[in-house]
Structure formats: structure tokens, C-alpha cells
């Protein structure tokens, strides 16, 4: 009986002993993760994301995109950096090639161009565009977004697609 | 452990925010009217290559004379086997044309109104496999509609 309460007692302390975390080595684990992570943040800070609602087609290119302005389009809406300025309905229906909310928009930061650049730090080729287009859009409402573009200047265009793993 | 908080807090926050998928771009030029070349016999032009995505079939033309018509299956995901067999042909009529002039390398791509998005991008991958990379984009009969 008494060895038996001696294991018991025994084994309720090192129970103890072996819970206990050992935040130490949790803190080097979260530092070097939060400096990595912090690294890469400014290491990419001209990266792209794809617009949310917006799936891209996949594709073999390999070049890397550049900070520049960006009109997605997507089922329904047509949006200059992150506004939505036309639907795609609306772009389809117009007998005019032009598309005119977009094309007002576009004229707007033609006239302001840091409105362009997504920081004050980052440089923005002023005529170069990106566009993030579903991969489900007809050309017909792509060839009208890329003929405002060029009637506004932007001459520059750049298809955005996910890269092929 | 304040410390330890403001970790745990910012951690996650900027594991969300981070980019995980990787982008990338196709520059093109923007879409203009595909106008048939006029070829002197004999004398020494660039060849013009055009592809012309159709619904059933994708029509490859060297200076307006078409070379090539290869049958594409309606309503087949583009992983089918028989979609990849079909993009393998075009490839290989593409590399006989490029192969033929090396120094060109561009290629006008002809679409239609209600062409996908997705299928343009496939045939500028299609085309830059083969050797021509600067795709760009035109307008075909029904093009500018």
C-alpha cells in the first residue's frame, strides 16, 4: 500500500513538472517567424494580390507583375483600383466601343497620378495597366475595358494570371 | 507576458494578409483590326500569323491564306484529354510556322465576341510554348462588336 501512494504521489509530480510550457523557446519560435514574415512584407511590398471575387485563368508566364493601376473585372462589375465604376451588363448592352464611367474614371487619375501608386513609397509607371480579369468574361467586354484604356492614355496593358504550379 | 501577445496577435494578422499565390503577367498590345496582308510573289515580307479562336475550331493563316483548321471540342474542360490533344496539335502547327521564320515572333490572335477569357490566355500560352511570344490581340469580322 505505501509503495503504492509513494508511485502515485511520485507521478502526480512529474506531472507537474512536465506541464509546464516553456514559453522561451515559444518566443524564439514567434520571433523569428514575425521577422520573416516582416521581411517579406517589405521585401514585396510592389506585390500584386489578385482581386477578391476575381478568378484568374492559370497560365505559363513567368513575368513578374509591376505596380501599376488595375481594372478587374469579374461576372458582374468592372472596378479601377478596388471602385467599381461599371457593371458588365452595362458594358455589353452599349452599342458605344467606349465605356464611359470607366473611361471618366480613368481620365480622373490620368490627372492625378499618385493617386495610382498603392503607397507613397512605390513608383507606378503611369501609363502601364494591369488587368485582372475572371476567366470566364467574354473578349467582348475585355476588347471594350482595353479600348477605353487606349482612348485614355493607358497603352501599356498587362494580363494578370495565376501562375502554373 | 504582454509581449507574447502582441506576437499572437500580429502573427496571424500578417499570415492572412500575406500573398500566397503567386501572379504573374502577359504584357499584350491592345486590340487592333486584323487587316489581311497584300503578299507580292516573290518578294522578301514578314510572315503575318493569325489565329483565329472559333467555337469549334482554332484556324491558324500565314499572311491571310489559311494553313491550318484544327476541330475543337464544344463544352470540354480544359484538363480533357481530348482538349489537350487539340492544344498539342495547335502547338506543333505553330512550331512548323515559327520554325520556318525564326526571327518572327509575334502572332495576332483573331477572337470572337463571346471567346473566354480563359481561352485566349490558353492560346497565348500555346503560342509562346511555340516559340512566339509577343501575342497580340485583333479584331476579327465580328471582333468589334
Known amino acids: 500500500m505505501k509503495h503504492r501512494e509513494k508511485r502515485k504521489a511520485r507521478f502526480r509530480r512529474g506531472l507537474k513538472a512536465s506541464t509546464s510550457v516553456n514559453l522561451i523557446s515559444m518566443m524564439d519560435i514567434l520571433t523569428v ?7 517579406s512584407y517589405v521585401a514585396e511590398g510592389e506585390v500584386m494580390v489578385p482581386v477578391k471575387g476575381v478568378k484568374l485563368p492559370t497560365s505559363s508566364a513567368e513575368q513578374t507583375p509591376r505596380a501599376s493601376l488595375v481594372v478587374a473585372i469579374d461576372g458582374d462589375k468592372i472596378r479601377v483600383g478596388g471602385i467599381e465604376v461599371a457593371s458588365v451588363a452595362q458594358a455589353i448592352n452599349s452599342e458605344d466601343p467606349i465605356i464611359e464611367p470607366l473611361s471618366k474614371r480613368l481620365e480622373l487619375l490620368r490627372q492625378r497620378p499618385d493617386a495610382i501608386a498603392p503607397s507613397a513609397t512605390t513608383t507606378v509607371d503611369p501609363q502601364l495597366v494591369t488587368i485582372q480579369g475572371d476567366r470566364k468574361i467574354e473578349y ?26 | ?28 498590345t491592345l486590340p487592333t483590326p486584323a487587316v489581311p496582308q497584300v503578299v507580292v510573289p516573290g518578294a522578301n515580307v514578314k510572315v503575318s500569323l493569325t489565329i483565329l479562336i472559333r467555337p469549334d475550331s482554332y484556324v491558324v493563316e500565314t499572311n491571310g491564306v489559311t ?25 506543333d502547327a505553330l512550331k512548323a510556322i515559327a520554325g520556318g521564320d525564326p526571327k518572327n515572333h509575334e502572332v495576332q490572335i483573331v477572337a470572337e465576341p463571346t471567346t473566354r477569357y480563359e481561352d485566349l490566355i490558353d492560346v497565348m500560352d500555346i503560342s509562346r510554348a511555340a516559340g512566339l511570344p509577343e501575342a497580340g490581340l485583333a479584331d476579327g469580322a465580328q471582333g468589334a462588336q
Open chain 1, 33 to 39: 517567424l514575425l521577422l520573416f514574415l516582416l521581411k
Open chain 1, 140 to 165: 467582348r467586354v475585355l476588347r471594350k475595358v482595353m479600348y477605353t484604356l487606349g482612348r485614355s492614355g493607358f497603352e501599356n496593358v498587362s494580363l494578370a494570371v495565376l501562375r502554373n504550379t
Open chain 2, 1 to 28: 507576458m504582454p509581449m507574447l501577445n502582441v506576437f499572437i496577435s500580429i502573427i496571424p494578422l500578417l499570415l492572412l494578409s500575406a500573398a500566397f499565390v503567386q501572379l504573374a503577367v502577359i504584357p499584350t
Open chain 2, 67 to 91: 494553313t491550318n483548321t484544327i476541330p475543337r471540342p464544344a463544352g470540354v474542360s480544359r484538363e480533357d484529354a481530348q482538349a489537350t490533344a487539340v492544344r498539342a496539335q495547335l502547338g
